[in-house]
């Protein structure tokens, strides 16, 4: 491993994730919007595990998975940061994650997962960019919203719709 980054080259990662995280989700949402799934998440469960993937949803998730593979392989090829370890762990997690929810045919669900985590990845590059670019009250601003929003989705949305409440149809429709 490399020795330590200089401030321009976190700026140039950061600036490449912000963009990556930003234009995912607008993807997400673009190849999602239509579908009954994201608004209804019994429909997670219709016809499983034989539901056809439509190409859009497919090349969501493949980006996706490749994405998350790059930034694991970056982690050993960049200079070592204080948090590598954690972010080998996430990295590793969310790939197991996706490629469990691929393999056993529950992209519905997982797309769906995807997108609320996606929602809430730009506010938190966008708040390095501004930290990096010297503007505190930008980066503050921005910060309080990654905040609200990570506890809007991962505290609220996603357990109480998607597992209590998914969970709770599929087995009282069974």
């Known amino acids: 491993m490399q020795g330590k980054l200089s401030e321009m080259q976190r700026f140039r990662e950061t600036s490449w994730r912000f963009t990556f995280y930003l234009g995912i989700f607008a993807t997400g949402l673009y190849v999602l919007w239509d579908k009954p799934w994201l608004w209804e998440t019994a429909h997670c469960w219709i016809d499983y ?3 056809h993937v439509p190409p859009e949803v497919w090349w969501y998730y493949i980006i996706e998975l490749g994405f998350y593979c790059s930034l694991m ?36 669900m997982g797309s769906t997962v995807t997108l609320l985590h996606d929602s809430v990845d730009y506010w938190l590059e966008g708040a390095k960019l501004a930290k990096y670019l010297r503007y505190q009250k930008l980066c503050d601003s921005l910060f309080i919203v990654f905040a609200v929003m990570w506890l809007i989705t991962r505290i609220i949305l996603y357990p109480i719709r998607y597992v209590s409440f998914c969970s709770h149809k599929v087995y009282c429709y069974k």
């Open 73 to 108: 392989l970056s982690l050993f090829m960049d200079g070592k940061r204080k948090d590598f370890y954690e972010m080998l762990v996430h990295h590793f997690a969310t790939l197991s994650l996706l490629a469990f929810s691929w393999s056993n045919n529950m992209v519905r």
């Open 49 to 51: 595990p034989r539901q």
